[in-house]
T-cell receptor, first 114, second 114 residues
Framework: GNSVTQMEGPVTLSEEAFLTINCTYT??????LFWYVQYPGEGLQLLLK?????DKGSNKGFEATYRKETTSFHLEKGSVQVSDSAVYFC?????????????FGTGTKLQVIP | NAGVTQTPKFQVLKTGQSMTLQCAQD?????MYWYRQDPGMGLRLIYY???????DKGEVPNGYNVSRLNKREFSLRLESAAPSQTSVYFC?????????????FGDGTRLSIL
């Protein structure tokens, strides 16, 4: 079946540091890939997406590139802020038509300190 | 522009009690979902409704029932609550069809079963 593996957290960084959160996946074909962010006390929000190999999703300074050869979708940001402290979830949606079930990773908590 | 609204936000129940979690979306989405979120386990799908009038089991349906009341509303019922159902419950919705289905989440219901 489909699966998503994320690096375990928590990840603690100083403000303005470079961020990488690793995500690898297992799926047949070409799934769509997502990063969601969950701020304390809130639901998940879509951060960025990529729907085919070599696509780069980007939003709010975050980027992730869909790498089919390494089955990865690592999240990066060049300079984190305290306001980026949250839990980040990698997810995939299979390529079949019709209803698509999304598979989520277990989440990586990011804490940014001033 | 409310998006996905869940009620209640918090609830404490005794073992054996029943309750219904309510969810409504105002984005005219066809598909709706119920997840539970537990520490270290990410999000697990309880039930989903691909379209109005249909419901299907997800990964962890035991102990729950759902009703897709209309296109906007999708409720989750615990008939006889158990301590193992202590969790944070999220409702989500998405458009149906196509390769890309970002999900929109509510802010969650924090449920404790004593």
């Amino acid at each position: 079946g489909n699966s998503v593996t994320q690096m375990e957290g928590p990840v603690t960084l100083s403000e303005e540091a470079f961020l990488t959160i690793n995500c690898t996946y297992t799926a047949t074909g070409y799934p769509s890939l997502f990063w969601y962010v969950q701020y304390p006390g809130e639901g998940l929000q879509l951060l960025l997406k990529a729907t085919k190999a070599d696509d780069k999703g980007s939003n709010k300074g975050f980027e992730a590139t869909y790498r089919k050869e390494t089955t990865s979708f690592h999240l990066e940001k060049g300079s984190v802020q305290v306001s980026d402290s949250a839990v980040y979830f990698c997810a995939l949606s299979p390529p079949s038509g019709g209803y698509q079930k999304v598979t989520f990773g277990t989440g990586t908590k990011l804490q940014v300190i001033p | 522009n409310a998006g996905v609204t869940q009620t209640p936000k918090f609830q404490v129940l005794k073992t054996g009690q029943s309750m219904t979690l309510q969810c409504a979306q105002d984005m005219n989405h066809n598909s709706m979902y119920w997840y539970r979120q537990d520490p270290g386990m990410g999000l697990r799908l309880i039930y989903y409704s691909a379209s109005e009038g249909t419901t299907d089991k997800g990964e962890v349906p035991n102990g729950y029932n759902v009703s897709r009341l209309n296109k906007r509303e999708f409720s989750l019922r615990l008939e006889s609550a158990a301590p193992s159902q202590t969790s944070v419950y999220f409702c989500a919705s998405s458009e149906a069809g196509g390769f890309f289905q970002p999900q929109h989440f509510g802010d969650g219901t924090r449920l404790s079963i004593l």
